[in-house]
């Protein structure tokens, strides 16, 4: 037997149970959340976070929901849940005392559920087995997945993930294999995600727009630089030697930055990438770059813009 498998229970009677029940078929897998995770904070605030929205939105109708896996297995919570949500109506009985009408039940309602997020079977993180199986795993994914859909302002707690292994019963005995689940969003990764779309969305957008852009933010390093008797009236040009770009950063950092540190006056390329990769340093150290940034990408600008005959006036010029 896979040495994992028996590493992942901490429970004798959780580990008992596949052991001596038929639990899973031949050729079956199951994917379950590890008992290490059972104790996991943003876990334990997620299910009473569910609990709590559940409670609140059956208020009405004195359903008390004390423990997700034993109270929804059935569907009847969830029939409930779903009607006050406003989905389309449920054509089955409230009440399935048997396990065949359940079955039949959570069939029609996962259906239903399906039909309104739009998901293929594919998609699916749960399955009538699993949560009439009191899967923890199917039925956190499942809820999230409801309130999401009909309640989208809902502030679920970001960033849960949990320690899960995968059982499957072969020829050779059970085989497992660990990963790490996220059941809510990673709301790091949309952020960054948010912010990747916002720029792309800008660079896509007509000359027109793109130029407004431009103007704002010509106008906001003015509004900063303008304190130290700067103009700025080419945002590409004269932040490629770098010395407008660290003074703006020690403008809105609220701190002095040693001229010994970089060259007020660069005379050289040299000189210039020095400044412009001190810069990138500063912006990194404070948060404030979370992406890779090529140096001579940013100095390049310069080359771009000048022309012999009509040379751009350098940060020299200005500060003079």
């Not at 916002?198 to 793109?210: Q, Y």
């Amino acid at each position: 037997m896979d040495p994992d498998f028996l590493n992942a229970f901490t429970q004798p009677s959780t580990l008992d149970r596949f052991l001596t029940e038929d639990v899973i078929a031949k050729g079956e897998k199951r994917k379950l959340i590890k008992p290490t995770s059972s104790n996991n904070p943003k876990l334990k605030e997620l299910k009473l976070f569910l609990i709590e929205w559940i409670n609140r939105t059956l208020k009405e109708e004195h359903i008390v929901v004390k423990s997700l896996e034993e109270d929804l297995y059935d569907g009847l919570v969830l029939h409930h849940l779903l009607e006050n949500l406003g989905s389309p109506k449920l054509d089955v009985e409230k009440i399935a005392l048997t396990e065949k009408k359940q079955r039949k039940k959570l069939s029609a309602i996962l259906e239903v559920v399906a039909k309104c997020l739009q998901l293929e079977e594919s998609q699916l993180k749960w399955s009538v087995e699993s949560i009439l199986a009191k899967d923890l795993l199917s039925t956190l994914h499942l809820l999230v997945a409801i309130a999401k859909h009909f309640e989208p302002t809902l502030a679920l707690p970001p960033n849960v993930q949990v320690e899960t292994i995968t059982i499957e019963t072969t020829s050779g005995g059970l085989k497992t294999s660990n990963a790490v689940e996220y059941i809510t969003e990673n709301k790091k990764n949309i952020e960054a995600q948010s912010k990747d779309d916002a720029f792309d969305e800008l660079f896509g957008c007509d000359p027109d727009k793109l130029d407004a852009v431009k103007k704002a933010l010509l106008q906001f390093v003015d509004q900063h630089v303008g304190k130290l008797g700067l103009n700025v009236e080419d945002i590409e040009s004269q932040f490629s030697d770098g010395v407008i770009l660290l003074l703006l950063i020690g403008q809105l950092e609220g701190y002095f930055l040693n001229l010994r540190n970089f060259f007020l006056t660069p005379a050289s390329t040299m000189e210039m990438l020095q400044n412009v990769n001190l810069a990138l340093d500063l912006l990194a150290e404070g948060g404030l770059l979370n992406f890779p940034v090529n140096s001579e990408v940013i100095y390049s600008t310069r080359r771009r813009t000048e022309t012999p005959l009509n040379p751009l006036p350098s940060s020299t010029e200005i500060l003079k």
